[in-house]
């Protein structure tokens, strides 16, 4: 009797394995990843310009990519030198506006996911139909300069 008192808790309802529930497991890494991303770009500083990570694209050609300054532009952004931010990159904003939507969505799609289990096939579709609509928006210099390359 006990036992069966315990699975009707609501607080058991919610027990789950990340490794068991793929998009709750991607939402964590993907969230992670920006959050390690929005982090590398406060730690570094655009004045004494450290990031370690150079462009290889110029390292090896001379020649600027869409992509060179895109930390700069994200540190700029993240200390609100908007105007400046631009100057190292144009595409910085359309990116960082990319990065932090998506940090949020994964927290509220999350959510959702948990709470609404009958509409995890719908929310899985719009995430993916979405944030697919995103990313190419906020990616598309890089995909057409990827493609002209090629």
């Not at 919610?14 to 890494?29: A, H, T």
């Not at 579709?125 to 390359?149: E, N, Q, R, V, Y």
Request: proline letters at 5%; hydrophobic letters at 45%.
């Amino acid at each position: 009797m006990i036992h069966s008192m315990q699975t009707s808790c609501p607080a058991v309802r919610f027990r789950f394995s990340l490794k068991d529930d793929p998009y709750l497991l991607g939402n964590l890494v993907f969230a992670s990843v920006i959050l390690m991303i929005l982090l590398y770009s406060l730690v570094f500083s655009p004045d004494r310009n450290d990031y370690p990570v150079v462009c290889i694209h110029e390292k090896i050609t001379g020649m600027p990519c869409p992509s060179c300054g895109l930390s700069h532009s994200l540190s700029l952004i993240l200390r609100g030198r908007i105007d400046e931010a631009y100057t190292w990159n144009e595409n910085g904003m359309k990116v960082f506006i990319f990065f932090v939507s998506q940090f949020l969505l994964r927290i509220f799609f999350s959510r959702y996911y948990l709470n609404y289990p009958d509409f995890r096939k719908q929310l899985i579709i719009t995430d993916i139909s979405g944030s697919s609509l995103l990313f190419f928006i906020a990616f598309m210099p890089f995909i057409i300069h990827i493609c002209k390359w090629l």
